[in-house]
């Protein structure tokens, strides 16, 4: 029959129809997400199926019997090929935000060729045409569409290639490429079916590598993952808005380190389960260490839907004959709220769920207030980086006096960063981004070298001061390399290791890495000074354990002294004195606290009384002799 046909060969038909159609399956039987381009790449699957099943009824007809049937079946079989190919387009303009180059009207620009061909078979059917006048006509305008359609699909993912990872890049190009061969060797041996083969295994491509369920599926829960939440929300942000609310298991990383990951993790599906079930209106996400978010799509009442949520977590869930009650805190987007971009909506959320596990935190909304304030955290982000690379940060110095004499004894260097406008940023901002993102170990070695330049200038001797305190962060402990690095910039400028002082807090001092970094430091020389003392867990017999010179007392320790005197401050200061440490008190405001700190026996003074911090030319000029 398909000899008679005219068909040499239907082999690489007959591999395409059935790998099509467990693609199919297989897409139909999981969990899709709500995207335009999940919805797209379905639409593909169909009609791609519809066309080489309708291919293979055609050619099944014997060709006696091509004048009593319906041209309308022929017109539908090339209006499937017109629209198969289109699809393809359609496909890699949602998946790759080809709407942003031209709005509705690429899609609707891009159909004209698609409309001409309908049009053109419209007034004639399917009359007259013999098979092999159709299967000629089949190559040539599938092969002539393929081309024309993948070509554009080429220039999307050109466009769109730094915002998609290297498996999408991979996937797409080699979907296309297979494509543009397949239409190649198509127009070389019109009488082979390769056209249907290749497009079907340009489409088992795009399954595997970039449209495949389990990729945006989290295990241990089965709800979707991250990175599935990041093409929904960037899906969701440019047409119906984001509207839902996430929620953090408080102390989930001290479970695991109390109770082992196992036992934890072991709850983790019952919790997926139980989303899946009850939250089915929206789509349920696992962002990793105990963090969860709620995307709806419709608007509904968070305040019910959290209120559902507390009540189950009220209860114990159990795994096997295990049991365990999980304290939760939820975070509230409010409606309406505007965000300009998918990177801005994450920053937010990973601020709000980094703020829900905070002890004592209740439930709260992220609104304009809460928007604002992450901008402004990302901004001084970005100004911090610009500012490392440049290596403009700002030292400054503020001096430490003998508190007898008020005699300039040292000083302490503290780094500012300066607006594009040339106002100073609170350290208080800018801080705590460099140590969450790391960027406080460059910051901290780039001030130790500007202490370095200007001891090496001269600046210590001119003020006559004998050591100038510089600051380590506990992330910079974490270094092992630490000591060689701050001796490598020492070396290079030819400064004592006496005339530099290390300060570092007792929590940081004590954490991962803080011990032996200060073993280490001491035996090459380097005088080390506990910095903050009284914030944390500071007591005599902890930093006694630790081989420090001296000990800075923190100003919030000093001010509650003076707002309420009590024993504690004097008792303090002559034990520690008795352990063999100088003592520095911190912010000294009023000659009357420089008094009674000295009768206790305070040895050195840091405040306000005396200087604020000031850029190191002004400091020269001050205290230069």
């Known amino acids: ?196 083969y290749f497009y079907t295994l340009a489409v088992f491509i795009i399954y595997l590598t970039v449209r495949n369920p389990d990729f945006y599926v989290e295990h241990q829960t089965r709800l979707l993952n991250k990175a599935a939440f990041q093409l929904v929300i960037d899906d969701r942000i440019e047409s119906s808005g984001i509207h839902g ?63 559902r949520l507390h009540r189950r977590f009220r209860n114990p869930w159990t795994s096997g004959e295990r049991s365990a009650y999980f304290d939760i805190c939820c975070c509230l987007l409010e409606k309406g709220l505007h965000f300009e971009s998918t990177d801005e909506l994450v920053q937010v959320v990973s601020s709000a769920f980094d703020a829900a596990h905070r002890p004592g935190q209740e439930d709260f909304t992220i609104g304009e207030e809460y928007l604002s304030h992450v901008k402004r955290q990302v901004y001084v982000r970005r100004l911090l980086k610009e500012s490392l690379d440049r290596d403009s940060l700002q030292v400054y110095l503020q001096p430490i006096v003998l508190s007898g004499s008020g005699k300039l004894e040292g000083a302490e260097a503290l780094v500012r960063l300066a607006d594009h406008d040339g106002s100073i940023i609170s350290p208080a901002e800018f801080i705590p981004a460099a140590e969450s993102s790391g960027a406080v170990t460059v910051l901290g070695l780039q001030v130790f070298r500007k202490v370095c330049d200007f001891i090496k200038k001269g600046g210590m001797e001119k003020c006559g001061m004998q050591w100038i305190n510089v600051n380590v962060s506990p992330v910079q402990c974490l270094g092992r390399d630490l000591p060689e690095k701050l001796e490598s910039i020492r070396k290079a400028y030819n400064v004592p290791r006496s005339f530099l002082h290390l300060e570092i807090t007792e929590q940081g001092a004590l954490g991962p890495g803080g011990l032996s970094q200060i073993e280490r430091l001491r035996r090459l020389g380097y005088v080390m000074i506990v910095d903050d003392f009284g914030t944390g867990y500071s007591n005599s017999s902890r930093v006694k354990s630790i081989d420090f010179s001296g000990i800075k007392i923190d100003m919030s320790l000093v001010r509650a002294h003076f707002q309420k005197p009590d024993p504690y401050l004097p008792n303090l200061v002559k034990s520690l004195h008795d352990l063999g440490f100088t003592i520095t008190a911190e912010g000294v405001e009023t000659e009357t606290m420089a008094r009674e700190l000295c009768a206790m026996g305070c040895d050195y003074f840091q405040g306000f009384y005396y200087s604020r911090p000031i850029p190191m030319d002004e400091f020269l000029k001050k205290y230069g002799k």
Not at 3 to 9: D, E, F, H, K, L
Not at 79 to 93: A, E, I, N, Q, R
């Open 245 to 307: 609310f996430g929620f953090v298991i408080k102390d989930y990383e001290e479970g695991r380190i109390l109770y082992g990951g196992p036992f934890i993790d072991s709850f983790l599906d019952n919790i997926g389960h139980y989303l899946q079930k009850e939250f089915g209106r929206g789509h349920a996400f696992y962002l990793d260490s105990g963090r969860f978010f709620i995307l709806y799509r419709n608007p509904v009442s968070l305040k019910e839907e959290t209120d």
């Open 1 to 196: 029959m398909f000899a008679a046909a005219g068909i040499s060969n239907i082999y690489f038909f007959l591999a395409a129809l059935p790998v099509q159609l467990i693609i199919l399956f297989f897409y139909m039987n999981h969990r899709q997400l709500p995207l335009r381009e999940s919805r797209s790449f379905l639409y593909l699957m169909a009609v791609n199926t519809a066309v080489l099943l309708l291919n293979l009824l055609l050619m099944c007809v014997n060709p006696g019997e091509w004048p009593s049937l319906t041209p309308w079946l022929v017109l539908i079989f090339f209006s499937g090929v017109f629209m198969d190919t289109y699809l393809l387009f359609c496909y890699f303009c949602d998946a790759l935000k080809g709407d942003e180059y031209g709005g509705k009207w690429v899609k609707r620009i891009t159909f004209l060729p698609v409309a001409a061909g309908i049009l053109y078979f419209l007034p004639k059917g399917g009359q007259g045409l013999a098979p092999c006048d159709m299967d000629a006509i089949y190559s040539m305008l599938k092969g002539s569409y393929l081309i024309f359609y993948a070509g554009l699909s080429l220039i999307l993912v050109w466009l769109r290639r730094k915002e998609n990872s290297f498996r999408r890049n991979a996937g797409f190009v080699s979907s296309l490429l297979i494509v543009l061969a397949g239409a190649y060797v198509r127009f070389f041996y019109p009488q082979v079916l390769f056209g249907g």
